[in-house]
């Protein structure tokens, strides 16, 4: 819904700013995507399982679709699906966005609005089914992507292990919906203040990408309603 939108440091004066050492705004990057025409650019991909077993095994599927009952059915998400039946699915959406000084380094945070019906004490095969799906965000100026290593589809920058960090990833919470019942809310996880810093590469490009590390061996189906990303430079 909401476009790459490049603010001034004049324009961030009384809303939101970052100084440097000689007291000098430095501009803030927002990608704002709500998908309600499109899917603004991100696109969804699937790793850390066997090359060996068929992929319908999985149950993967990714769209842009409208919010399921319970919810506003007329507005629109990002749907993604898959069942963990590896023990360790990771299923995401990626972004470039473009036009950053390659000189410069990027503090990078995330708001994401997350349609689920996980409660958080519920309970499932191999762990939860709301509070062992961790949702991670991250951001990196190589292309996140999947590749083959030991017949495993594996994911290719360091996001970190299930309830682990890594050093391109930050843990926003879980998936659970913040009640103790199986019913869709819309849940608001954000980075608070943790932070990526992330060097854009020569073309001035950085990657970003939100996704699901599970511990759940089931099926998760989850709804991105809103992915909220600030770049701060340093």
């Not at 919810?71 to 039946?85: E, F, G, V």
């Not at 017949?151 to 360091?158: A, G, V």
């Not at 810093?197 to 990657?207: L, M, R, S, T």
């Amino acid at each position: 819904m909401k476009k790459w939108i490049l603010f001034s440091a004049l324009s961030l004066t009384g809303l939101m700013s970052a100084c440097n050492d000689d007291d000098s705004l430095n501009p803030v990057f927002i990608s704002d995507s709500a998908f309600e025409t499109a899917a603004d650019g991100w696109v969804a991909q699937f790793s850390e399982y066997s090359t060996e077993t068929d992929s319908t095994t999985f149950e993967m599927s990714a769209s842009r679709t409208r919010l399921p009952f319970g919810l506003d059915t007329s507005k629109y998400a990002y749907r993604m699906q898959s069942h963990n039946r590896a023990d360790d699915m990771f299923m995401y959406l990626k972004k470039k966005v473009t036009g950053f000084d390659p000189n410069k380094i990027y503090n990078v945070t995330f708001e994401v609005t997350l349609g689920t019906n996980y409660p958080e004490n519920s309970v499932g095969i191999g762990g939860s089914p709301g509070s062992s799906v961790y949702l991670k965000a991250g951001a990196s100026n190589v292309q996140p992507t999947r590749q083959i290593k030991d017949k495993m589809y594996e994911f290719n920058l360091d996001k970190g292990a299930q309830s682990q960090e890594g050093a391109d990833a930050i843990i926003l919470g879980n998936v659970s919906n913040g009640d103790d019942k199986t019913v869709y809310k819309l849940a608001q996880k954000n980075s608070g203040s943790k932070t990526i810093a992330v060097k854009p590469n020569e073309a001035g490009e950085i990657w970003l990408f939100v996704g699901t590390d599970s511990g759940f061996e089931g099926l998760t189906i989850l709804y991105y309603d809103r992915i909220k990303v600030f770049l701060t430079a340093q």
